[in-house]
């Protein structure tokens, strides 16, 4: 299993230009989730999934925009990136909530997106 | 979802033990504690997870006093890989499964 997989590694955008940012699981996981984490900061949520067809905000949402294309697949698009934006992206994902049991927090996550937005 | 507080970093040589304590003063009866650890370059990974006592696994073993207001995890005899940062988070079933990452505890492992 590849577990969690996140395309692009690296990108380098000009502000005001779009693009998606993929993410895949092969876990049969339920629920999936977008973050960024900017230099020296923790993970911040910003936007989650808990099944396919519904999507909800996190803590950052604005300037985002998800959809999840079906149970594997989460994207997070860009619209108009801004230098704000500059960060490095993780998608994760996790079993429904309790049904492993005890560990409601286990999140699976890829390797991350780099995205610089001069 | 209850605030957490731990260091900003700890130093520690190989082949210690590492003790990293996080403060959790208004954990909900249902919230469970959970640690991750997060290599430079790559997403957190799951250590460990506990609601009261103690839980060991392969990787590192976590304390939980009866008041569970706190909580300790333990890293036996650390190595120079184990170097990155640990997050304590704490959550339970309620409100769906989303995290809040704080900045986490900084572990530096030197030789």
């Known amino acids: 299993n590849a577990g969690v997989t996140q395309t692009p590694k690296f990108q380098v955008l000009k502000t005001g230009q779009s693009m998606t940012l993929q993410c895949a699981q092969d876990m049969n996981h339920n629920s999936m989730y977008w973050y960024r984490q900017d230099p020296g900061m923790g993970l911040r949520l910003i936007y989650y999934?808990?099944?396919?067809?519904?999507?909800d905000k996190g803590e950052v949402p604005n300037g985002y925009n998800v959809s999840r294309l079906n149970k594997r697949e989460f994207s997070l698009r860009l619209e108009s990136a801004a230098p704000s934006q500059t960060s490095v992206y993780f998608c994760a994902s996790s079993e429904d909530q309790g049904s492993s049991g005890r560990l409601y927090n286990e999140q699976f996550f890829g390797p991350g997106t780099r995205l610089t937005v001069l | 979802l209850a605030k957490t507080t731990q260091p900003i970093s700890m130093d520690s040589y190989e082949g210690q033990e590492v003790n990293i304590t996080c403060s959790h003063n208004n954990i909900a009866t249902n919230d469970y504690i959970t640690w991750y650890q997060q290599f430079p370059s790559q997403g957190p990974r799951f250590i460990i997870q506990?609601?009261?006592t103690k839980v060991t696994n392969e990787v590192a073993s976590l304390f939980i006093p009866a008041d569970r207001k706190s909580s300790t995890l333990s890293l036996p005899r650390v190595s120079l890989s184990d170097t990155a940062v640990y997050y304590c988070l704490v959550k339970g079933p309620g409100g769906g499964n989303k995290l809040t990452f704080g900045t986490g505890t900084q572990l530096k492992v030197e030789l």
């Open positions: 999934s808990a099944s396919e067809g519904t999507t």
């Open positions: 506990g609601y009261k």
